[in-house]
């Protein structure tokens, strides 16, 4: 999906948005190095699994240093260039015609001296299901300040046109000291209607949440329990008749 923002090459007055390079590797953990080489990343890379089962290794993150680092790593995979961008993400959830962005708080920014000291993979809990809100904490007014509404809207726009869908959410970064620089680095889609997903509901429209349905065996057990009381009733009432 990170294709189609590529592919829009978008670019205004209020931003530009792109995607970081990247790199599909679907096995052979030793042919990974070469085929950085080849592709022309620049380390450190971001490693995301490609496995999209909602397990806990699906949400596995982890950041490669050095080029023999990268053979550790288990396809299937993407690599993307890591882009510095302040520890801070925003992510944009849409729902129809209405977006909603917050800020979460991300990788920290690797220094040139970092990245000639430290080597291996570092491994982290996935970006874009980091739970620590960033939006009332005391951050550079650079870093913190969301993308253009408009750049979003548009983007937005774009994105159900091409990928069909009217309820997904982006993470996206500012390149760090570059101002109207955005990068998406990920995009999900949620299941089920709109209406049905409790989470949607609360954070994007601020509506309750419905209280969840009762299984199908807890239905039953309420229904037959209400029969019963009702069969004792009439019995009672035939006595007290008689």
């Known amino acids: 999906m990170l294709q189609c923002v590529a592919d829009m090459n978008l670019s205004d007055t209020y931003g530009k ?16 190095p070469d085929a950085v080489t080849k592709a022309g990343l620049i380390l450190p890379l971001v490693a995301k699994p490609l496995v999209a089962d909602g ?16 053979q550790k790593l288990e396809p299937p995979l993407v690599l993307q ?12 959830y849409i729902v129809g015609e209405a977006i909603k962005v917050v800020r979460r708080f991300s990788l920290p920014d690797v220094t040139k001296r970092e990245l000639s000291k430290n080597a291996g993979v570092f491994r982290f809990p996935r970006v874009s299901c980091a739970a620590a809100s960033a939006d009332d904490a005391d951050l550079d007014p650079s ?10 809207e548009r983007l937005a726009k774009e994105l159900r046109r091409r990928l069909g869908l009217r309820l997904f959410n982006l993470d996206i970064i500012r ?68």
């Open 81 to 92: 260039e890591f882009v510095n961008h302040g520890g801070v993400l925003f992510k944009v």
């Open 55 to 70: 397990s806990a290794k699906s949400h596995e993150l982890s950041l490669a240093y050095d080029e023999y680092s990268l």
């Open 143 to 152: 870093v913190a300040e969301l993308p253009p509404r408009p750049l979003l």
């Open 17 to 32: 948005v792109g995607v970081p390079r990247q790199l599909v590797i679907k096995r052979d953990s030793s042919s990974i």
């Open 175 to 242: 390149e760090h000291g570059r101002r109207d620089h955005f990068y998406v680095i990920d995009i999900n889609y949620f299941p089920g209607k709109v209406r049905e997903n409790a989470w949607v509901r609360t954070y994007i429209y601020g509506l309750p949440v419905k209280p969840r349905a009762k299984p199908i065996q807890e239905k039953i057990g309420m229904i037959s329990k209400l029969l019963e009381t009702l069969k004792n009733r009439n019995v009672e009432k035939v006595f007290q008749n008689r």
